[in-house]
């Protein structure tokens, strides 16, 4: 099975514009979530959608935003972007079912605000 | 999700096995032992995850206490290639979410 995709792998954004950015999970994958990473805060969960709702969500701006397509591709959105938002983005995708749920990550885009 | 504690770095000599502890002491039973690594600036890369009992598959085995209040990550044979950052997360099934620590930085030397 093809892993988990994240596109674009890299992008450059100014203060205050906006970016979009695409996950496609695992075949067969419903719940996709996302993260942040930076040098200074680590790891940190943004929020998870399961069947096109959000069913989690971690302790961010509502800047941050997301959706969930019917063929459970997911893009998250950030709006008025600030430098502090620069980060590796990752998404990561999982089977829900019987037992316990992995997550595999994707790449990551990495996002660089000027 | 149950906090887990991890040293900050470990060396590990090529060819050996290198053991990486993980200190989760408030687990609750319906909580499983996770393990992924990241080599810089990629995504996360799962390794492997139990319950109670000790896994193993082709990368490495897990050993969880009886209490499974702790847990150690072997990997049997180091080679350069597994130098990463390794990250021990205790999560309850179909979360949909993973609470990330620092992780242990690994480094495997020649």
Same mark, same amino acid.
């Given at each position: *099975? ?6 674009? +792998?890299?992008?450059? *954004? ?27 805060? &680590?790891?940190? =969960?943004?929020?998870?959608? =399961?069947? $096109?709702?959000?069913?989690? *969500?971690?302790?961010?701006?509502? +800047?941050?935003?997301? +959706? ?12 008025? !972007? $600030? ?11 999982? =089977?829900?079912?019987? &037992? ?9 885009? +990495? !996002?660089?605000?000027? | 999700? @149950?906090?887990? %504690?991890?040293? %900050?770095?470990?060396? /590990? @000599?090529?060819?050996?096995? @290198?053991?990486?502890? /993980?200190? #989760? ?14 080599? #810089? ?7 492997? #995850? ?14 969880? %206490? ?17 130098? @990463?950052?390794?990250? /021990? ?9 993973? %609470? ?11």
């Amino acid at each position: *099975k093809a892993g988990v995709t994240q596109t674009p +792998r890299y992008l450059i *954004k100014t203060r205050g514009q906006q970016v979009t950015l695409s996950c496609s999970p695992i075949s067969g994958h419903r719940s996709v979530s996302w993260y942040q990473q930076t040098p200074g805060q &680590g790891l940190q =969960f943004l929020f998870e959608y =399961f069947s $096109e709702t959000q069913r989690n *969500k971690g302790n961010f701006p509502g +800047r941050f935003s997301g +959706r969930q397509f019917s063929n459970s591709r997911s893009e998250m959105n950030v709006s008025t !972007l $600030e430098l502090g938002d620069s980060a590796l983005y990752l998404c990561a995708s999982s =089977f829900i079912g019987q &037992g316990t749920d992995t997550q595999y990550f994707g790449p990551g885009t +990495r !996002l660089t605000v000027l | 999700d @149950a906090k887990t %504690t991890q040293p %900050t770095s470990m060396d /590990c @000599a090529e060819g050996r096995a @290198a053991n990486l502890p /993980c200190n #989760h002491s408030t687990i609750s039973g319906n909580e499983y032992v996770y393990w992924y690594r990241q080599i #810089h600036s990629q995504g996360p890369q799962y390794i492997i #995850h139990g319950l109670k009992n000790n896994e193993t598959n082709e990368m490495a085995s897990l050993i969880i %206490t009886e209490d499974r209040k702790s847990s150690t990550l072997i990997l049997p044979h180091a080679t350069l290639r597994d130098t @990463a950052v390794y990250y /021990c997360i205790v999560r309850v099934a179909n979360a949909g979410k993973s %609470t990330f620590g620092d992780g242990t930085t690994l480094t495997v030397k020649p």
